[in-house]
């Protein structure tokens, strides 16, 4: 009986690598430091504050993830990954998940479900195509040029595109050399109740209560669909986007300046000595802005990339953008940035940049507001190593 025991022991412990080679799991991550001078001015109602202080040691977008391939035969494979955010300049540790998705590969595509943004094989498509447009610290940190965040309102960075969503369902692939991305997002709270509003009432599941019941809302109350697509040939890379978010106006119903749709165009070429880049995009918002009148607004921005050595160059980068908040103010938000990189070797990297953001109202329902502004300079160093 025991040598039958240490037979099976035997034959478990060689066939457990066998599987683990096959499935591909493979740990990654990044750590990203900066060191930041911030300074701002604000002029509100003809008096203007500023404010400045130390430098300080701050994170960058670190993050700590898994991820994994599995053969299965006849050129299809599974795929998964699931990534944190990890805070790296004090003790928070993991904060919370950035994407977790399964899905397919094969000569159809990558086809994925679950919580996406743009990294690994998750799909942002149009804030993938904007940061075609470059940036020294990936989009990560004081220096970023493409914003991630959903507040089109927002004043942090001139050009913000929606990155993560959660409940999404995301698709690339690759058409005579135009890479295609595609991502459809229904986001809400899974526990909501899926009941119809006629006026009856339930006991909630969670508490016990008699409540009414609620609208249709279960990962219902947001959808967001992209598709972009994206041709390189040779030293030029074109490509155009388009977003469609429908908010069902049930947590939003008087469309409070939302963005409706963006169309977007960006375009790279590499002279070899430099390369320049460019974006234009429109936002259509679901209602007209009752301070100036418009129902849309233009982003467009501008860079360039100027190697100086084999693994060092110069970065800038100028943007503009048109921002309507609650149907109220109409602001011009811009973005001016210079910065110096340094590689150290294809995974650790060094830059140093300052980088200034100017938001100001330009109408408002509130006669008093306009001219208002915000001023903010980051003078920035960065050290970011991948593994």
């Known amino acids: 009986m025991n040598k039958k025991l240490v037979a099976v022991a035997l034959g478990l412990a060689f066939a457990a690598p066998v599987f683990a080679d096959s499935s591909n799991v493979t740990l990654y991550g990044r750590i990203h430091q900066t060191?930041?001078?911030?300074?701002?001015?604000?002029?509100?109602?003809?008096?203007?504050?500023?404010?400045?202080?130390?430098?300080?040691?701050?994170?960058?977008?670190?993050?700590?993830?898994?991820k994994g391939q599995e053969d299965l035969g006849g050129g299809l494979s599974a795929i998964f990954a699931y990534e944190f955010a990890v805070n790296s300049d004090d003790l928070g540790g993991i904060t919370g998940n950035r994407h977790a998705y399964l899905g397919f590969a094969g000569n159809f595509g990558k086809v994925v479900i679950g919580s996406q943004d743009g990294g690994n094989d998750s799909q942002a498509p149009l804030y993938n195509q904007a940061s075609l447009i470059g940036s020294v610290s990936n989009n990560g940190g004081p220096l970023t040029t493409v914003g991630g965040g959903s507040d089109i309102t927002g004043n942090t960075f001139a050009i913000q595109r929606q990155q993560r969503v959660s409940n999404?369902?995301?698709?690339?692939?690759?058409?005579?050399?135009?890479?295609?991305?595609?991502?459809?997002?229904?986001?809400?709270?899974?526990?909501?109740?899926?009941?119809?509003?006629?006026?009856?009432?339930?006991?909630?599941?969670?508490?016990?209560?008699?409540?009414?019941?609620?609208?249709?809302?279960k990962e219902n109350d947001f959808r967001s669909t992209e598709i972009a697509a994206t041709y390189k040939i040779g030293a030029l890379t074109?490509?155009?986007?388009?977003?469609?978010f429908d908010q069902q106006e049930l947590n939003n119903p008087l469309g409070n300046g939302d963005i409706e749709r963006t169309i977007q165009g960006v375009a790279s070429y590499n002279f070899g000595a430099f390369t320049v880049a460019g974006l234009v995009a429109q936002n259509s918002y679901e209602a007209q802005n009752a301070a100036n009148g418009e129902d849309s607004g233009i982003e467009y921005a501008l860079s360039a990339t100027m190697p100086l050595?084999?693994?060092?160059?110069?970065?800038?980068?100028?943007?503009?953008?048109?921002?309507?908040?609650?149907?109220t103010e109409a602001r011009e938000n811009t973005q001016a940035q210079i910065a110096y990189y340094y590689d150290f070797s294809k995974r650790?990297?060094?830059?140093?940049?300052?980088?200034r953001v100017e938001s100001e109202v330009e109408a408002s329902t509130t006669a008093a507001n306009v001219?208002?502004?915000?001023?903010?300079?980051?003078?920035?160093?960065?050290?970011r190593h991948n593994f």
């Open 309 to 327: 050595t084999a693994n060092s160059g110069l970065f800038g980068m100028y943007a503009q953008s048109e921002r309507y908040d609650l149907n």
């Open 238 to 244: 074109v490509g155009g986007g388009f977003a469609n």
């Open 168 to 217: 999404a369902i995301g698709y690339t692939t690759k058409i005579a050399g135009v890479e295609l991305n595609f991502r459809h997002a229904l986001q809400g709270d899974n526990d909501q109740a899926n009941n119809g509003a006629d006026g009856s009432f339930v006991i909630d599941q969670d508490t016990g209560a008699i409540v009414q019941n609620d609208p249709l809302v």
């Open 35 to 66: 060191l930041d001078h911030q300074s701002s001015e604000t002029r509100t109602g003809g008096v203007t504050n500023q404010t400045g202080g130390n430098f300080v040691v701050e994170d960058a977008s670190s993050r700590l993830g898994v």
């Open 371 to 383: 001219g208002n502004k915000t001023e903010r300079d980051n003078f920035t160093i960065g050290l």
């Open 348 to 355: 650790t990297r060094t830059y140093v940049g300052f980088n």
